[in-house]
């Protein structure tokens, strides 16, 4: 009883993808380019965005946030993933995996906050355009901006708590190559069922509530759009919301399945790779779909290009 009141392991070994050294140089490669284009692309949104006073609005003060979390999170999970690919010490030291578990709940909570707070903002400039500029002024969007960035350290405290305090004594294998949460969680030394469903209000408050405010706020933008007499005027409206909408099916999608869908137990693996498509992917596609679909972006980049085409020539 002793033991399996305190914590023993003082390190975790991750199991990775493969065990085959082959496949693990190819999981190598494309973590690693899918981590330079998130880089590389997110870097560029914020550049665009800074530099370019066309894009000096609260859409897109919202977006260099979203760009700067996903940038964050990937450089919190996929260096260490790499070293798992190609090292022989695939471990963490325990404080090491808290660490990661703590700062990527703190991004993916604010990133929910955020994409709430972002559809709340095409609300107001689709069905109440004439008081956008008084609603959305520059102080309100600093309020909650600083106020998703604090909610999601808040919310990502107590579930860290919780892990701290269970009892690890072995196995220590991590079915994973980061320190996700609910990973960590099967390898507690005690049921855990109770700890889940203490938690399962802060997961209901984080993911639900914010997806059904996105939600409800489409419903009032699609219904105005509606409205709209002309095609053109339609299509415009409609446009402005495409690449935040295909961001949030892409990301609350994988993480309604991870944390509210039910147990796959006879496929053990599903939510290693969810969660590696919405850690992963979710922010190498942010800016390929923000730049795609936006013409105000499309039009920003072209002009960098033209620009420095003339600088080039002078």
């Given at each position: 009883m002793e033991n399996i009141n305190q914590t023993q392991?003082?390190?975790?070994?991750?199991?990775?993808?493969?065990?085959?050294?082959?496949?693990?140089?190819?999981?190598?490669?494309?973590?690693?380019?899918?981590?330079?284009?998130?880089?590389?692309?997110?870097?560029?949104?914020?550049?665009?965005?800074?530099?370019?006073?066309?894009?000096?609005?609260?859409?897109?003060?919202?977006?260099?946030?979203?760009?700067?979390?996903?940038?964050?999170?990937?450089?919190?999970?996929?260096?260490?993933?790499?070293?798992?690919?190609?090292?022989?010490?695939?471990?963490?030291?325990?404080?090491?995996?808290?660490?990661?578990?703590?700062?990527?709940?703190?991004?993916?909570?604010?990133?929910?906050?955020?994409?709430?707070?972002?559809?709340?903002?095409?609300?107001?400039?689709?069905?109440?355009?004439?008081?956008?500029?008084?609603?959305?002024?520059?102080?309100?969007?600093?309020?909650?901006?600083f106020s998703s960035w604090m909610s999601g350290c808040?919310?990502?405290?107590?579930?860290?708590?919780?892990?701290?305090?269970?009892?690890?004594?072995?196995?220590?294998?991590?079915?994973?190559?980061?320190?996700?949460?609910?990973a960590l969680l099967d390898l507690a030394c005690v049921?855990?069922?109770?700890?889940?469903?203490?938690?399962?209000?802060?997961?209901?408050?984080?993911?639900?509530?914010?997806?059904?405010?996105?939600?409800?706020?489409?419903?009032?933008?699609?219904?105005?759009?509606?409205?709209?007499?002309?095609?053109?005027?339609?299509?415009?409206?409609?446009?402005?919301?495409?690449?935040?909408?295909?961001?949030?099916?892409?990301?609350?999608?994988?993480?309604?399945?991870?944390?509210?869908?039910?147990?796959?137990?006879?496929?053990?693996?599903?939510?290693?790779?969810?969660?590696?498509?919405?850690?992963?992917?979710?922010?190498?596609?942010?800016?390929?779909?923000?730049?795609?679909?936006?013409?105000?972006?499309?039009?920003?980049?072209?002009?960098?290009?033209?620009?420095?085409?003339?600088?080039?020539?002078?």
């Open positions: 392991v003082t390190e975790f070994i991750f199991t990775g993808l493969s065990e085959d050294p082959v496949t693990n140089i190819g999981y190598f490669i494309i973590f690693l380019l899918s981590y330079i284009i998130t880089l590389l692309g997110n870097i560029i949104i914020i550049f665009l965005i800074i530099t370019d006073h066309h894009l000096h609005s609260p859409m897109y003060y919202f977006l260099i946030n979203l760009s700067a979390i996903d940038i964050l999170f990937t450089s919190c999970n996929i260096p260490k993933a790499l070293t798992i690919f190609i090292s022989l010490r695939k471990s963490i030291y325990f404080n090491g995996c808290i660490t990661q578990m703590y700062i990527s709940l703190v991004l993916g909570e604010t990133e929910c906050i955020l994409l709430a707070v972002m559809a709340y903002d095409r609300y107001v400039a689709i069905c109440i355009p004439l008081r956008y500029a008084l609603i959305m002024n520059t102080r309100f969007c600093f309020k909650v901006a808040v919310f990502a405290t107590f579930p860290t708590l919780k892990v701290i305090s269970l009892p690890f004594c072995g196995p220590n294998e991590i079915n994973h190559v980061t320190c996700e949460y609910l049921d855990t069922t109770f700890t889940q469903l203490m938690l399962f209000p802060i997961t209901l408050v984080v993911l639900l509530l914010p997806f059904s405010f996105i939600i409800t706020s489409y419903i009032f933008i699609i219904r105005s759009v509606l409205n709209i007499n002309s095609a053109e005027g339609r299509r415009k409206a409609f446009s402005t919301c495409a690449s935040h909408l295909t961001v949030v099916c892409i990301f609350y999608g994988a993480a309604i399945v991870i944390y509210l869908g039910p147990k796959y137990n006879n496929l053990p693996d599903l939510e290693k790779y969810l969660s590696l498509f919405c850690g992963v992917l979710t922010p190498l596609l942010n800016p390929i779909i923000y730049s795609l679909r936006n013409r105000e972006v499309k039009g920003a980049i072209i002009k960098v290009f033209i620009n420095r085409i003339i600088f080039i020539h002078a």
